[in-house]
């Protein structure tokens, strides 16, 4: 998952040093025009940009407030598919332990149950990053499962579709009884519920009108700022103005990073890390330890995360 | 559902526009008095505005927080429809799955039960949108259930009394088991949940007072503020009246829409929408594929909301 | 329940008219004193009251977030009980709608059970309210649970383990199965929940000291504001003094009205109007279209909330 | 439980008298210096206190958040205990009320398993306060059960197994059917939730630097205050520091108090009083109107909470 | 656990003494640059920091407030263990004690079973702590299930399938019934949350750019300081500097470490203290009372906690 290294100082700025160019750019034309050209009836008094820092500032801790809310949200759910996903696992181990005679079916169908729980996730994370739901998905699913997948809209809707028909079935066999039966559906239950979850996250974009007006906010002030600053500080007003617009600009830029989770940027939710971590889990719990392909591992560009 | 494009900064300022324009004309007569007519002695501190604009400042933070979580909430209590509508129809399809006989009625059973979770979605938005609760159900429900819904006042309550009924009839035909029947019903509990959540957030008006007394507050702030600032500024005041006006206006603007999310206003949330996600995703796990009617889909407009 | 209308202005001001009053007095007299008289050096620099404001904001946004959250959970704690109500009625009737023989003693063993439902939304309204809480309860009981009733202290406690033998006696009869039966007793879990949250908001009073301190800091602001403004103002300073004044003084009477949801204040949780509407759709899943008594409607001055 | 009373102005300001004192000497003195000695370049700008207090506002906004929700979570939990020793009853009446021969061992049974539940709120109570947990439990348990829980470490803890215990008998019996049995375990496993998160309060201190880099931030303030304005107001000083010092020294206490709920103080959460409540809703569940001594009711000293 | 001492002041100021050290050094050369070789055109309006202040103090409120969600939710978490460690005793306990025959094979189960409990909460402490997961496990394992875990990436989770199996063998041998096999399997199921949840916490950085943006905010502010208020202040400022700045440093240091609450640090969550305290609990419901060894009890330095 995501490692806390020493960050340097340039990727932070990178983020914004496009926006931070203009920003000097324009600091220093009004610093020329102040000094050497002296036209001096142009400053403003520095209540004006105080007070609208101020403003903005409780704007943005309530948009950051936002944004890192849905951040761990995302978060949260995923965290909870982690435990479900094992929950799921542990039950219909458990359950069909007891079975007196272990022959080759039980084994057969707790296998393939248990695996398609593996490909579920990564359909999911796939699907949500708008992804081909469908890769990969043959390593988890029988040939006949993989073709009927394809008939669908919703992937991971049809995948806990199929769990649901084959605990019926398990009942149907005896290998668990009314009751677990009952408890395992209320697993599908709440992995339903996730996957819900991660939809909404997905699909309900932030109110656009807020974003924008703070947006224009931020600007309109960096505008002021270098009128109310440059009197006092002459051509040390840029830097002055520089940083305090890339602290602003960074703020902001966070809030659009953590206020999106399952877009397919580097800085989402580490879905992939996440359900190969459950692979893991799933596969010992089966005493399944197949090596697993390395190349799947998260890129180590994910790890400057955030 | 929504949208994340490029939206015009037209279309933002369009919802504060009128009042917007008075702004304009009101900063352009101070502006005019004190430099045409030279009427200086007008000017007030800036310190009070300031110390207004703080104050308003929170209290609209306030406000912002209490409309995003209403907003937030009905969106949370639309997603968690789209989750157990699919689990009630997972559940029903499962559980019957292990009938031996797969007869006609067990069958028709399964259709007509989930074509009616179907028309609960519709039917639940339209009721919240005050609009005819019954339009288009006659595509969900027999001719005999169409009748018999006309008798209630609470149409989407009464669909929920069906769905009872039903399952209880399934657990007589034995076509579920005592557990199962007690899982679906739990299922229609939530179900009653979300839809009495919603009838809470649609009948409790946030509270009149703050509202009101937070917008004579902007009223009076933006009408203090061209003389604050009229000393330093000359004409420049009326752009820079103009945007701190817009900035507060329009979050204003924004706390107000997003404060009611079951009007029936393009803004709202996306019911119709979410909805026919529904039924898309419902049909496919009864294998009718039925070609859906497009005109229904949320039109373009929907698309600019927030 | 509670309408958005067009509140006139005087209305809102109306609650704070004797403050007000007091306020637009003394400032008066400070101006007088000024302008009049030239008292002169009694002039305070305008920052002081702008650091009392800035904190004095902060404090009553913290009090109003938390009479706020009482006030919203008083209404969701009253969603949650119709919703709750509904569904109790709805696993009653069609959980005894399998019983083969429909004899007369099923019809009127759930025709009392509901009613007893219906009647213990109005007891606990009216407990809430410290009112009578057997005040019309003759008509949703029996004449011999009335009786009983009268020796409980805590009436709405006792109907829900009216309730709770009830369901046990159906279980003995045959008429629900084990299973049906504890999920019956789940929901009364649920609402005797509810229950002691509404009793848990109605006994704990907001912290008292803080309430007290924040009063008499506005007190203390509101006092010391024209001293700093008569410098530039003049005698237009008792209208901005007012205006000012007037802001505080409505978001404290706001937070004091929200935050005790159950004192019998025309602004409270509308208790009775939603008992009501339980009333109503419970009557109808009944069949039972008695015409109700209108005027137990919430009176008209009871729209005007907040 | 609390009351709202009228409480006296010299109550509030007597919980900080010895710090306020302080305050009004310590100005005193400086006002001395300034201008009855003339000492007068000891003056500093009112912006330094300005900056000041807007941020020990913003730190004293978190703190008192975080200090009103341990509060608020303690009141819940009790609120919750109140609920589920309720619930417990309930079911333990109801589901046995069904025992064909209501024998004496039954009723004996459900006697004294009552009373443990009473025994068990006061004895929590105790133990919370780290006061002798056995304290007046001779009267709610048998001579046996009382001599049994002398070994246990954990009273609370114990009493709940006994409770665990009983259950099972009771199924043996055949007093409670597997189904009942289970849904019992439930309430007693929410008990033991409530416990635990009592305990959690009670053992989690606030994190103690920000305790105390507060409170040294807030004597700095004052301390710096006279300064800043004493130019302004000469003797007028004196009140006006020390009623901004008030303000912050009782916002600060009042969140050293709410943040420890448990502490054996007249302001934390009323238990013994809600204990009582319980026993007396359960006793007359059981129909017994044993008169309880009256002098275990919480004394008038506890009116004057927070 | 914790305990609430008196902490020194140098305590306190120890954790940023060597950042103090360099701004008392910064702020003198400052001093002595401006005083003694009257470098005096350096000063900057105090208005510059005083809305850096502002801005800043916004943010830190607003990182505190996230830091101290994720240490108390991980605290929360711990609660919950310790609540579900002993359901989990008391549940087996209870369900077993039905059982007719109390041979040596329920005994010896029961014993196992709730030492695998204990050595679980120990197991998940130090496998959070990146620490050897298997240390002192085998007092609470049989020499079998020790050389099994150690095949197992996932200590904990492999715990719990233990668990797992072992229910459904009691299931088979008629100690326990079908529901309360269920139940059980409930309880493992919260275990697995818990455990799950504590990964998320441990896993997740807090956002990265965020944090490291309020640093440089902070430096740059601490830099800028001195300008501003060395012009009234003279050598007064380096004391006042100092103190501002330490203010802001400890509040920053305060929220990272409360944001890892995981860390093997000293002021991390006291997992080995609580596991400690369940192995007390849990042994005594035994009725096992072995003298556990006193060294493992968390040393005196843990006290000085935050």
Redesign the interface.
């Known amino acids: ?4 290294d020493k ?1 340097p ?1 340039g990727y ?1 700025l990178g ?1 914004v040093k496009y926006e931070l160019l203009v920003v000097v750019l324009y600091a220093s034309v009004v610093a020329l025009l102040f000094r050497t050209f002296n036209v001096t009836d142009i400053t ?12 903005i ?6 948009r ?3 944004a ?1 809310d849905r ?1 761990w949200e995302a ?2 759910i995923w ?2 598919i ?2 479900d996903s ?2 799921l696992a ?2 219909l ?3 069909t ?2 079975v007196e005679y272990q022959d080759e079916e039980v084994i057969h169908f707790r296998n393939s149950f248990v695996k398609r729980q593996i490909g579920w996730n990564f359909c999911l994370g796939q699907s949500l990053r708008k992804e081909n739901a469908m890769q990969g998905m043959e390593r988890y699913l029988s040939k006949r499962e993989y073709l009927q997948l394809m ?4 992937k991971p ?2 995948l ?2 199929m769990h ?2 084959d ?3 398990a ?2 066999k005896g290998w668990v ?7 395992l ?5 709440r992995l ?2 996730h ?3 991660c ?2 996250i997905k ?3 932030f ?4 974003s ?2 703070l947006h ?2 931020i600007i ?1 002030f960096i505008g002021l700022l270098p009128f109310a ?1 440059i009197d ?2 002459g051509w040390a007003e840029v830097p ?1 103005v520089a ?2 617009a ?2 602003f600009l ?2 902001e ?2 809030a659009i990073q ?1 206020q999106d989770p399952f877009e397919n940027k580097p800085t989402d939710t580490p879905m992939t890390t996440i359900a190969r971590t459950i692979e ?2 799933l596969r ?2 089966l005493n399944d330890h197949t090596q697993l392909p390395e190349q799947e591992i998260a890129p180590v560009t994910q790890f400057y ?2």
Chains 1, 2, 3, 4, 5 share one sequence.
């Open positions: 998952m995501l490692l806390k960050i100082m932070v983020k403003i008094p520095i209540a004006v940009p105080t007070i609208m820092g101020t403003i500032s409780l704007l943005l801790a309530f950051s407030n936002q890192y951040w978060r949260q965290g909870a982690v435990n094992r929950t542990r039950q181990l458990s359950f332990s007891g008939h669908y809209d919703n809707s049809a806990l579709d649901g028909r605990i019926t079935y009942l149907q009884n009314e009751y677990q039966q009952v408890e559906d209320r697993t599908l239950t339903c519920d996957m819900g979850k939809e909404r699909n309900t974009v109110p656009v009108t807020y924008l007006y224009f906010s309109f600053v006092f500080f002055l940083a305090i890339a602290s960074l703020v830029k966070m953590l893991k889990n010992q719990m995360v955030l």
